[in-house]
Every structure is written in structure tokens, then in C-alpha cells.
């Protein structure tokens, strides 16, 4: 095993040597069960419509189709899925008498492969009567507005304002009152494989059993166990090794779970359903869409006293589950990275006749950050001041740290004066402004843009609840924490096995938990082995098991390094008592255990980790014969929501400040971007190779947001994105080098000292480009994408005055 | 995303090839490469019941040659292939200088010539230099062969004058005039993407030959006798004034006839500035 293993080394991660040579092993690489069906979808093409008759004799005629099941099928067998507000909507896995949203599935033909089944959903005829439809989420509230939902009635499904502070006192007091209003798009992820899964049933014991790389939160696991009728121990959830990438995506996996379950009981035999490029950009799932508009109040010298947030937020046709978390991960820090006082919110969720949104990396950063740091920006052009000053006298002081947020976040630590100037020195902000000034002086177009944001480690399971008003949350009974276990066994030979319910999807957790625990434990790298994948029905795991908001290298890896702790101090214990001396007195070092003061007596680690298997009877009194560990992490930061609606949403919270210089073609408006920095404080680095390939892919996947990829919709609710022509995401060739300028403040919280980093960016760049663009066209505001022809427009309507 | 099920043969023959088209005309598709045809087939945006293979088809050429009049490519030569061609820099620059905008390293190695130009993308490049160049596809059917100059052979979006029972079996591009001068350029979203607008421009003692892509649902070429430097921005505005450019959620209208205004201006200038006296 090459490399230093060292905490914060680069070693070869142990997952590649797989991968690389083509023995991943994927959903689809799963064994398949004799009998097997393959399901595909046939799915609305229309955004809204009554379903009537689906008439699907032809289909099952077709030589080798199995079944064919439809909506009323389904909603006999299973209850809507749990949504985390009191609402009326009613969402099942696939439509059920009204299709609500282009793509969503009307029926599922099962047969002996996927070309059958998809030659068969061509023949099944389904009585549509179209409906209007809505896109808008503004529109979507018109009291004339069609309704999606009418047993719910109306397009609002929840609305909650809250107020910290005295926002009304600071908005009357204040110099100056700006405001922006941002339509931030709909985007997605979009990983390399897309999503899939095997469904059984078992009647003889009424479990379900699904094989698929459902990242979690497994929060969902149980929405989807009392969907299925059954309790959470009788659907199996089982992940394969490995997974081609998510950033949040497979969560969406959870309804085609439960839909293939009982498809797969429907038809008496295994299902296997992989979806296709085009069901995962039409269906899969989207970050949300929000408008928004924000207001602050901004004394003479620039400090911002007060925001103000009216945020509307397009879930799509149904409150998917765990929305709308996407509107509430970011409420305790929607005051940014900034000490300011007075908040208030007005947050309302609104469906509309689109794909139901879910995780998506950054999962509600971007859509808060964009209108914070392009205000940020206003404030300064307002003010006539440099952005940069602006954000520099707002960020919150180090001597503040632990910081309370008005809305209850309690941020952890960190130096965000320090870290800028950081950045700003070792990034070359001086030569960027340099080269700017000289370039404007020949008459071309290039901006600076800037952007800080705090970036949300280890999602509280409480924050959803505050959604809830307090009254509802007393009745639903408290929660809050982010349960994070790990098992570590001693086995036999002395190696340690690993096992977390990490559900990695690419990152590398297993390199990364070999590196934690040979630095507890002081063995060889090659002694331990990882299991990251998870079979819920005999792993270890809880509601926060999983894959999201970072948590790995927090709260996993804290998991792990306290298991691995446990397991140190019985064998210190066991090598105390064989040896006849004190606990204290025992070390570890180089794979043995020994007398600090007199190395020359002790173990061979692997022989004493071995003993509680081949001597169980010989152990030392009062001490325990078990050679496994099991630790369970969860920091007490995060309590649940108090009666005050103040709630701290993360564990730990790092600290990004991005400044980039582009050029703008005046001819074509394409941009080109001179140079991308972001100042990253992520606590600990665990992995340094791996740290910057989450900040450099968590940047490229910014940019697609910024400057090409949206899912767009025409007015009339026809879906625009469906393949990969239609949705460009950057390459290689579109992506710069992004210039990482890592600052190291270590968690308190966490016991690896670690935060997350692989979201920060992705919330940041956005921004940040827009911001320069701004700059450089001379004007207030701009929305996503930045395509050239929308910069062009504006090139020719501000620059050159012509109006053709 | 899987196609409807199809017959296939792989030809060993040209005649075979032209044998099988004779006998299902419309119903039979013939594929190359399949860099254009196969997400066709897989989006079941076509549904052949039968697909010819011509990969292997002997009296296809595979190859490409030249000759002092034109440059010949059989329906077998793939685009890397064309572009790895020593002689194309000298003889033929403005494919030499346009084919790397084509797709990737990856599709141009799959790609054919002439299944781009029998596809008929209207933003694809190789429609748009056939059209740009004034060559000439050639049909081959079962009962003969004909001659199709590329001004009547592009018809619309993946529409061209090929009967059903023809296959296109190469295509000719004429040699450049001595001395003349070529420049391309294109912009797309992403590099490799078909063009939002893309210009091809050629300048010769008599004049300038400018070709856009990307702007109407089939290539535009528009010849100007006479025309320098000073007159392209004012011939290049009229026409943009003239075209109705198609829109699409990347770019609309007017974003192509101000790419059309500024690359046509600017292609024309750069032919004009490589144009030499012979």
C-alpha cells in the first residue's frame, strides 16, 4: 500500500486498484435471480392530466411481458409516502387517476428483458384527458391558478415567517434599504451512473428486499417501510460495493424502491429496473427552483443590520420526501457568513406541475447564497465601496467563535477574516484587479467576482421538523441529532474489521477510515479492512446512516476513530493486565503493544487483538470476551428546534471565500475564465488528494450551474432537458483549474477535527461568477445560466445601444 | 432507452448493400459509424426494420484520394481518418481547419464522412463544408448512380434528396482555386457540441464564398463576386438582415444573426487575408 497513511497524507485509495481495472461492482453487475423481470416505465407525457382507462391488452400480449401495473395497482397495496408538514398531498411512487408532472410514471411493464418491455410500454393505451398546467411558482399561487392537488386545495402546500431579533426596529433605523429578487433555476447533478435496483418479495415472512445504491438519509428507509405497510425490519435495503456517483441524486431511488417492491410482489417474481439517461434528467429528481426576494438594512459604513427573506420554493408536483428540507437545511444560517442580528423569513412552498425535487450537492446553498452574495455585491455598488470591504466588515470575528446565528445556528469555529486574506494574498486578488484595470483601459470586458458562505457539516435530523410550528413539533415529540455507527472488530488473526453505514458513492471512504484507524490503533494499513456498503437488515445503522451534507468525514470518520478507541483501550487493558501493570503504562506503536517503559515487554498486536477469539476463557477478570466494537456518534450541538424556532441545522460549519476574474468575449459573449480561488477552512484535511478532488468537482459542478446546465420547462409545462444534447454539463475542456487555498481550523465538534468540503463550492460559484460577470457588464443582477446569448443581449442593449 | 427491434445485415458488398435497400426502401437504414444514427435508434426516433452494416461492404472506398480535380471520399472513411490524410492541410484547408470541430477524438474515430453529410444536421460541420466547397454527393442505387450537387442535396433538417433506395457512396469536394484564401470558425456551448452558429469561408480572385451553420434547418452559402475587406461587414449585415434563424433554449434568433454578423464578418476577413496572388 503506497503512500503516506498517515492522517492528511495522500495514500493510493484502496478503491481504485477495483475500479480502475474493471471489477467495480454495480448495481448492474449484481447477480440477477432466475425469473427475473425487467421493468420499464411508461410515463406521462403530459405535465397534467386525468388518467382514465389504461388499456394494456396489447401489451401483454407481446411474447415475454409478464405483467403490466399501473397506478390503482399500486396505491392498493401501499399508503402515500410521509411527508415531514401537515399537508394533504398525496404522493405516491407512481401516478395514480392524474399524472402531474411530464415523465412521471403511469405504468410499469414487467418482462424477461428491457427490450421487451419497452417494445410492450409502446402499446399500452392510456386514456389522457390533459389538463393546464402551471411552471411558475408565482403563478402557481394565483387564486386562478390550476390546482394540483385538490383534495390539499390550492398550490401552497406549507408557509411558515419567522423573526429573530428585531428585524422591524433595524429596517426603520436603517441608512440605506437594498433589495435584489433572484429566479434561481432548476439544476441536476447528473452522475455518471444513473440510478437502479433489484426488488423482491417474500410472502412466506412479508418482507420486501431491495438491492440498490440509495445514499440515504435512511431517514427515508422508514417513510418507505410504511408506504410498503410493513415495519422497517421487513424491507431489506442491501447496497452494492460500489456506486458511480450521486451527489445527492440516489436518494430519488427511494419511490422507484417501494414501486418495484410491489411490482415485484405483483408479478410473483424478482424485478430488476435500471433507469436510463433520459428517465434521470426527465424524473430523477432536481434541486429546487426558488424566488426569492431579499432585503437589508445597511448602515452608512456598510455593516448590514437586518435581512429580510421572501422565499418561494418549487418542490415540483408533490412534497417528495424529505422536503421541504431543501428550504430549511440553510435556516439557521441564512444570515451567511455574517454577524448580523435581525432576521426574518417568510419561507412558502409551493407544487407545480414538475419533476418533485430532492438532494442535489449543495442542497439549498446555492439557492441562498446567490441572493446573499450578489446583495453583498449591490450593497457595495450602492455604497460605492469594494464588494471585498463590504464582506470583510460584516464576517463574523474569531474571538466570536462559537457563533450563535439569530436563527439558532451555533457555528463552530473558524477564522473567516484570516482566511480571506489568506486567499486574497495567496490567490493573486492584486494581480487579477491588475490585470483587469489594464484590460478595461483597451476597451475590454472583465470582472471580478467574490463570494463567502458557510458550508453545513452533518445535517441535524431535527431541522426538517422546523417546517413544523413549535405547537406541531410538541405533538410529533422532539427531534434532533445525526446518529452516526461504526463497527470495529478484532478478528482472529489480528487484523481490524471495519464496517459503516457510509454508503459511499465514489468518494473513498473506505482509504479514509484505513487512515483513521491505523492512526488509533498504530498497525498497518494492509490489517484493516472496510466494508462501507450496508445491508440494513443485519448492519448497524440509524436515520442518518448514509451519504449527504458531509457527514462522512465528520461524523463517519468520528464514528470509526471512537470505535477504534474502544477496541484500544480493551487491549490496553488486556495487555495491562497480562503484563501485571497500569493502563497508562501501555503504548502502541508499529503494530505492537507494549510497557512504555520497557518496550522490550509486550505483544505482537495481532496476537493480543486474536485473544478474545482463541482464549475467551482466560480473560482477565471484568474484562469483557468480545473482539467488536460498536460506537455510536452523535455531537449534542444538535438538539432538536426550540419553542423559538431556533435551531442549529449542522454539526459543524466550514468557511469558503471564492474570488474569480473572467473575460467576456464583447463579440460573442462567451466567457472565459482567467482564474478561479477559493479559500477553503474544512477543519482537518483527512485525505489531501481527495479533499481537493471534492473541492475541484463540487467548483465544475458550480460552473454547470452557472454558466449552462438548467432544466428547463416551456411555459406550458413541456419538459426541455431530456437528453444530454439538451442538458450540457462542463467537460474537461469548459472546467479551469481552480486555485485551492486551504486554511485548517479544526472542529471542536467532530473527532477527527474534520468538516465537510464536497458542497461548499458547488453553493459558492455561482455566485461568485455571476457576480464577475455583473462586474464586468456594469449592472446590478443577472440570472442563471450565463449563457453567451443572454450575455450577448445584454451586450448589445447596454454596451453597444443596439435594440434589434 | 433501447432500440425497436431490427434486422441486421452486414453487407459484404456494395451490391448487396444496394440490393437489401432496393427491396425495403424506406423501411431499411444504412449505418457506418453510427455516431448519428445509433442515439436515433436508441431514442427510437428511427425504427428501421432493417439496418445495413456498410462498414465491411467491398465497392465502398475506405479510403480517401485525390485527384487534380476533386477530393473523393468514399462512405467508408471515417472523419479521423480524412483528417490524418498528409495531403489535406495543403489541398484542402478548410477541412483541415474545420474537421477538429467535429465531435471528439472519440466520435470522429466512429464517425464517417459521408453518414454526417447524409444525416444532414444542420449544425453539423461537414453538411455545411460540402455546401461551403460547392461538392457534389454521390448516390448509388441499385439501377445507377447519379451526381448531387450539394446545393440541391441539403433539402431541410435531416432531409436530403436521397430516394430510398439510394445510398450515399461518397461524396466529392472540388480542389481550391490557386491562391485562395479559407478561414472557419464556430461557436457552441461546449467544445464539440454542433454549432449554435458556425462559418466557413473561402475568398479566391473573383470573390468570397461564405457558408453558415447552425442558423436555418439546412446549410446557407452565399457568394459575393468582388468582394474585399471593406465591403464584409455591409454584405454580411444584409444578409444576417435576410435570414430567419431558428431558436432554441441555448440561443435564440437574434443571438445567431449577431454570431452570424460578427464570425461572418470575421471569417471573411481572415479568407480575405489568406487569399494570395498566383
Known amino acids: 500500500m503506497d503512500g503516506d497513511w498517515g492522517i492528511g497524507g495522500s495514500p493510493e485509495r484502496v478503491e481504485d486498484a477495483a475500479l ?52 390503482r395497482d399500486v396505491a392498493a397495496l401501499t ?60 403563478a402557481a399561487l394565483d387564486e386562478s391558478a390550476v390546482v394540483l392537488h385538490p383534495k390539499h386545495g390550492g398550490n401552497l402546500a406549507a408557509e411558515r415567517s419567522f423573526h429573530y431579533g428585531d428585524p422591524e426596529s433595524a429596517f426603520a433605523a436603517a441608512r440605506h434599504v437594498l433589495d435584489i429578487e433572484v429566479h434561481y433555476p432548476r439544476s441536476l447533478a447528473t452522475p455518471i451512473e444513473c440510478m437502479g435496483l433489484l426488488a423482491e418479495y417474500e410472502p412466506a415472512e412479508d418482507v420486501y ?84 426576494r431579499l432585503k437589508a438594512a ?33 435556516h439557521c444560517a441564512m444570515t451567511g457568513a455574517y454577524d448580523i442580528p435581525n432576521l426574518a423569513i417568510r419561507n412558502r412552498v409551493v407544487v407545480t406541475n414538475k419533476t418533485p425535487t430532492g438532494l442535489n450537492r449543495g442542497f439549498g446553498g446555492p439557492q441562498v447564497f446567490y441572493p446573499l452574495e450578489q446583495l453583498m455585491r449591490r450593497i457595495a455598488i450602492a455604497l460605492d465601496m469594494d464588494p471585498l470591504d463590504v464582506i470583510r466588515r460584516n464576517l463574523i470575528q474569531p474571538d466570536a467563535m462559537p457563533y450563535m446565528t439569530p436563527s439558532g445556528g451555533r457555528y463552530d469555529s473558524g477564522d473567516y477574516p484570516a482566511t480571506v486574506a489568506k486567499a486574497v494574498q495567496e490567490g493573486g486578488l492584486a ?40 405547537e406541531e413539533r410538541v405533538k410529533s415529540g422532539p427531534k434532533g441529532g445525526a446518529l452516526a455507527l461504526a463497527a470495529v472488530s478484532a478478528d482472529p488473526l489480528g487484523g481490524v474489521s471495519v464496517s459503516v453505514a457510509s454508503t459511499p458513492q465514489g468518494q473513498g471512504h473506505r482509504t479514509v477510515l484505513i487512515q483513521v484507524i491505523a492512526d488509533v490503533l498504530k498497525i498497518a494499513p494492509g490489517q484493516i479492512q472496510v466494508s462501507a456498503d450496508l445491508d440494513t437488515g443485519r448492519d448497524a445503522w440509524s436515520i442518518a446512516s448514509g451519504n449527504y451534507s458531509c457527514r462522512f468525514a465528520g461524523a463517519v470518520a468520528s464514528a470509526a476513530h471512537e470505535g477504534a478507541w474502544q477496541l484500544r483501550r480493551h487491549l490496553t487493558r488486556l495487555a495491562a493486565a497480562r503484563l501485571d501493570c497500569d493502563p497508562e503504562g501501555i503504548e502502541f506503536a508499529d503494530g505492537r503493544v507494549f510497557k512504555a517503559d520497557d518496550p522490550g515487554q509486550g505483544f505482537d498486536f495481532r496476537r493480543l487483538a486474536g485473544e478474545a477469539h482463541w482464549a475467551a476463557a482466560t480473560m482477565p477478570q471484568g474484562l469483557p470476551a468480545t473482539p467488536t466494537f460498536l460506537a455510536a456518534w452523535s455531537p449534542d450541538v444538535l438538539q432538536p428546534p426550540d419553542e423559538d424556532d431556533h435551531i442549529n441545522g449542522s454539526a459543524a460549519y466550514g468557511f469558503i471565500f471564492d474570488f474569480c476574474g473572467l473575460e467576456i468575449d464583447q463579440a460573442t459573449g462567451e466567457i472565459r475564465i482567467d482564474r478561479y480561488v477559493s479559500g477553503h477552512d474544512a477543519g482537518r484535511v483527512l485525505h489531501q488528494g481527495m479533499a481537493f478532488g471534492q473541492t475541484q468537482g463540487g467548483f465544475v459542478q458550480g460552473l454547470g450551474a452557472a454558466l449552462m446546465e438548467e432544466l428547463a420547462y416551456d411555459e406550458a409545462g413541456a419538459f426541455l432537458a431530456g437528453t444530454l444534447a439538451d442538458y450540457p454539463m462542463p467537460t474537461a475542456c469548459e472546467a479551469p483549474d481552480l486555485h485551492v487555498v486551504h486554511s485548517d481550523t479544526p472542529s471542536p465538534v467532530t473527532l477527527t477535527g474534520a468538516k465537510g468540503l464536497g458542497e461548499g463550492t458547488t453553493m459558492t460559484a455561482p455566485v461568485c461568477l455571476a457576480n464577475a460577470v455583473c462586474d464586468a457588464l456594469g449592472i446590478d443582477t443577472i440570472s442563471l445560466p450565463l449563457r453567451p446569448a443572454k450575455i450577448a443581449a445584454l451586450i448589445e442593449d447596454r454596451i453597444e445601444g443596439r435594440t434589434t | 432507452m433501447k432500440p425497436a427491434q431490427f434486422d441486421y445485415v452486414a453487407a459484404e458488398t456494395l451490391e448487396e448493400a444496394l440490393a437489401v435497400l432496393a427491396e425495403a426502401g424506406e423501411d431499411a437504414r444504412a449505418i457506418a459509424g453510427g455516431q448519428s444514427l445509433g442515439p436515433m435508434l436508441n431514442l427510437r426516433l428511427a425504427q428501421p426494420e432493417i439496418l445495413i452494416d456498410i462498414t465491411r461492404a467491398e465497392g465502398i472506398e475506405a ?18 481518418n480524412l483528417l490524418a490524410d498528409p495531403a489535406l492541410a495543403a489541398r484542402q484547408p478548410l477541412l483541415a481547419a474545420a474537421m477538429p470541430w467535429i465531435g471528439h477524438v472519440q466520435t470522429r474515430a466512429r464517425g464517417a464522412v459521408c453518414g454526417s453529410i447524409a ?73 464539440g457540441d454542433f454549432a449554435i452558429v458556425a462559418a466557413a469561408a473561402t475568398a479566391d480572385a473573383s470573390g468570397v464564398t461564405l457558408g453558415l451553420g447552425g442558423v436555418e434547418d439546412k446549410p446557407i452559402v452565399r457568394r459575393w463576386d468582388g468582394l474585399d475587406a471593406s465591403g464584409a461587414a455591409d454584405a454580411v449585415e444584409a444578409l444576417a438582415a435576410e435570414l430567419d434563424p431558428q431558436s432554441d433554449p441555448k440561443a435564440d434568433a437574434r443571438y445567431r444573426r449577431r454570431l452570424v454578423r460578427l464570425i461572418g464578418r470575421d471569417v471573411i476577413g481572415k479568407a480575405l487575408e489568406r487569399r494570395h496572388a498566383v
Open chain 1, 209 to 292: 428486499t431491495v438491492a440498490t445504491h440509495f445514499q440515504g438519509p435512511y431517514a427515508i428507509q422508514p417513510v418507505m417501510a410504511m408506504a410498503l405497510g410493513v415495519p422497517s425490519n421487513r424491507l431489506r435495503i442491501k447496497t452494492p460495493p460500489d456506486s458511480g456517483g450521486s451527489f445527492g441524486v440516489k436518494q430519488g431511488v427511494a419511490p422507484y424502491a417501494v414501486l418495484m417492491a410491489v411490482a415485484a410482489r405483483i408479478a410473483g417474481r424478482p424485478v430488476k429496473w435500471i433507469e436510463d439517461r433520459m428517465e434521470h434528467l426527465t424524473a430523477a429528481g432536481s434541486a429546487t427552483n426558488r424566488v426569492v
Open chain 1, 20 to 71: 480502475l481495472t474493471g471489477r467495480g461492482r454495480f448495481i448492474d453487475d449484481m447477480a440477477v435471480p432466475a425469473g427475473a423481470l425487467h421493468a420499464a416505465i411508461l410515463r406521462s407525457p403530459y405535465p397534467h392530466a386525468e388518467i382514465g382507462d389504461i388499456d394494456a391488452s396489447a401489451a401483454l400480449a407481446v411474447p415475454g411481458v409478464a405483467a403490466v401495473v399501473t397506478g
Open chain 1, 431 to 470: 494581480e487579477l484587479i491588475a490585470r483587469r484595470d489594464a484590460l478595461r483601459k483597451d476597451g475590454k470586458l472583465y470582472g471580478i467576482g467574490y463570494a463567502a458562505a458557510v458550508e453545513p457539516t452533518i445535517s441535524n435530523m431535527g431541522y426538517i421538523t422546523t417546517a413544523l410550528t413549535p
Open chain 2, 63 to 80: 479510403g480517401a484520394s485525390w485527384s487534380d480535380e476533386n477530393l473523393h471520399v468514399g462512405a467508408r472513411v471515417s472523419q479521423a
Open chain 1, 79 to 138: 399508503r402515500p409516502f410521509l411527508v415531514s408538514v401537515r399537508s394533504a398531498i398525496e404522493h405516491y411512487p407512481i401516478a395514480v387517476d392524474r399524472a402531474r408532472y411530464q415523465g412521471e410514471p403511469v405504468a410499469v411493464i414487467l418482462a424477461k428483458d428491457r427490450y421487451i418491455a419497452e417494445d410492450a410500454a409502446e402499446l399500452v393505451e392510456v386514456d389522457y384527458a390533459p389538463l393546464d398546467a402551471v411552471v411558475n411558482p408565482e
Open chain 2, 119 to 191: 444525416h444532414a444536421d444542420p449544425a453539423a460541420e461537414l453538411p455545411l463544408l460540402l455546401a461551403t466547397l460547392g461538392g457534389v454527393a454521390e448516390a448509388t442505387s441499385a439501377t445507377g448512380k447519379r451526381d448531387i450537387p450539394a446545393e440541391d442535396f441539403f433539402l431541410g433538417m435531416f432531409e436530403t434528396a436521397l430516394e430510398p433506395e439510394e445510398l450515399l457512396t461518397a461524396v466529392r469536394f472540388p480542389q481550391m482555386p490557386a491562391g485562395a484564401g479559407v478561414a472557419f470558425h464556430e461557436v457552441a456551448e461546449r467544445h
Open chain 1, 298 to 330: 445597511v448602515t452608512a459604513d456598510g455593516q448590514v443590520t437586518a435581512l429580510d427573506w421572501d422565499q418561494i420554493e418549487d418542490v415540483g408536483a408533490y412534497l417528495k420526501a424529505p422536503e421541504p428540507a431543501t428550504l430549511y437545511r440553510m
